[in-house]
């Protein structure tokens, strides 16, 4: 056997794992880290922004980057609409919407797991410009819904956060004073 046939084999079960792990933590009750939300609004514009760049040679993959963007946008309110927020004795929390989490996870997954096969089954890497395997219409719609979704859910996270902390310091002062 060739190391080149092996290699799905031996990615697949790890990648499967790894994403399996990486969802569990994503639907479940989290705590808003400011870093991580922070880094959420700062990384994946740029990101958007590099591959509108690189885009901007093939104008329906740039007008679906586009299209992708608005809708990933709508998709964060919604999604924000469908969180549960907590305010609990341990502190903020907040539990994303799981068919939301399911969807996105499984779009980005699919198209990722679609393009590797273009490529594996055509040998290799191709020359991006020759072949068709560059900047791609379904991908860059697939990218914009993700990088236009999580800064702006993350905004919303952090906004609903902040909003709270100054609620319940108001609070805290407010009972301080008539003791």
């Known amino acids: ?15 499967g794992w790894r994403l399996y792990s990486r969802y ?5 009750k989290q705590t808003p880290r400011v870093g991580k939300l922070w880094a ?10 590099l591959i509108g760049v690189g885009a901007l040679r093939d104008t329906l993959s740039f007008e679906c980057l586009l299209g992708g963007g608005v809708i990933g946008v709508a998709l964060a309110y919604w999604g924000l609409k469908l969180t549960r927020y907590e305010n609990g004795p341990e502190g ?4 994303p919407n799981f068919y939301m989490g399911i969807a996105l996870m499984s779009l980005f997954v699919g198209r990722l797991a679609y393009r590797f096969m273009q490529i594996y089954s055509a040998g290799g ?3 991006a410009h020759t072949n068709g395997y560059g900047i791609n219409p379904g991908t860059t719609l697939v990218l914009g819904i993700v990088f236009c979704y999580y800064p702006i859910y993350s905004a919303g996270i952090l906004r609903w956060r902040n909003n709270n902390l100054s609620k319940l310091s108001k609070l ?5 004073q008539s003791e």
Do not use: C, N, Q, W
Not at 1 to 15: A, G, I, T, W
């Open 1 to 15: 056997m060739v190391v080149s046939s092996l290699l799905p084999v031996v990615l697949v079960p790890l990648l």
């Open 24 to 28: 569990r933590k994503l639907v479940g």
């Open 40 to 49: 959420s609004m700062l990384l994946f514009p740029l990101l958007f922004i």
């Open 92 to 95: 903020l929390a907040y539990t």
């Open 125 to 127: 890497i191709p020359d």
């Open 172 to 176: 805290a002062t407010l009972e301080a």
